[in-house]
């Protein structure tokens, strides 16, 4: 299994400021993915991020939003760019450890208010 | 088209009693994993089970028990006896062999276990 943390915990910013959210996987793992929760909702998909190259983003995010990074095999980066209330959400890091059973492992999540 | 539904949006039960959730799936994939997680109100999702579509096996552990029906997609979660800390959202998921280990998560279900 694979352990996953991410910082901050939580946050509160200003329109138009960006966060930064930070995953970290206590072992290498193969792929790396990001998800948003908004209020009540299940999770969404915004992108894998892939360890050397850009990464793969689903229909309806785009770079310029969420820029990602993922330097090495066990830590990724998620941008949420000029925000607005309407990104007030929970952001989600992910990872598989490639065994090919599947599982993927979870973060507890980042919780994010923009007034 | 939804590759996982939840129909039950919301389900209210009093204590000790059982309870079902129901998850049905499309995919066209003939390899392909089901799983359950819980989200409690802090909002970490915990990993239930995983079961992968050769295996239909149903799966008890302890108060939990898994019903996997390939002939009708799908893959059932019920609670014996439930108590008041299961009260969480319940999401399935489907994640598919030939896309990566992309998950599909189905909208969750809201259990609420009254005392």
């Known amino acids: 299994s694979a352990v996953i943390s991410q910082k901050p915990s939580r946050d509160i910013c200003q329109r138009g400021t960006s966060l930064t959210i930070q995953c970290q996987v206590d072992s290498q793992v193969t792929m790396m993915f990001w998800y948003r929760q908004q209020p009540g909702q299940s999770l969404t998909l915004i992108a894998t991020a892939n360890q050397g190259s850009e990464a793969t983003y689903e229909s309806g995010f785009v770079i310029d939003k969420f820029p990602i990074s993922r330097p090495n095999l066990t830590f990724s980066t998620l941008t949420v760019s000029n925000m607005s209330p309407e990104d007030s959400s929970i952001y989600l890091c992910s990872a598989t450890a490639g065994t090919g059973d599947n599982e993927q492992f979870f973060g507890p999540g980042t919780r994010l208010t923009v007034l | 088209a939804q590759k996982v539904t939840q129909a039950q949006t919301e389900i209210s039960v009093v204590e000790k009693e059982d309870v079902t959730l129901d998850c049905v799936y499309e995919?066209?994939?003939?390899?392909?994993?089901l799983f359950w997680y819980k989200q409690p109100p802090s909002g970490e999702l915990v990993f239930l089970i995983r079961?992968?579509?050769?295996?239909?096996q149903n799966e008890i552990s302890g108060r939990y028990s898994w019903n996997f029906q390939k002939s009708t997609s799908s893959f059932n979660f019920t609670i014996t006896a439930s108590q008041v800390v299961d009260s969480a959202v319940y999401f399935c998921?489907?994640?598919?062999?030939?896309?990566?280990?992309?998950?599909?998560f189905g909208t969750g279900t809201s259990l609420t276990v009254i005392p």
């Open positions: 995919t066209r994939d003939t390899t392909y994993y």
């Open positions: 998921a489907l994640s598919e062999a030939n896309t990566g280990n992309q998950f599909y």
């Open positions: 079961r992968n579509s050769f295996d239909e």
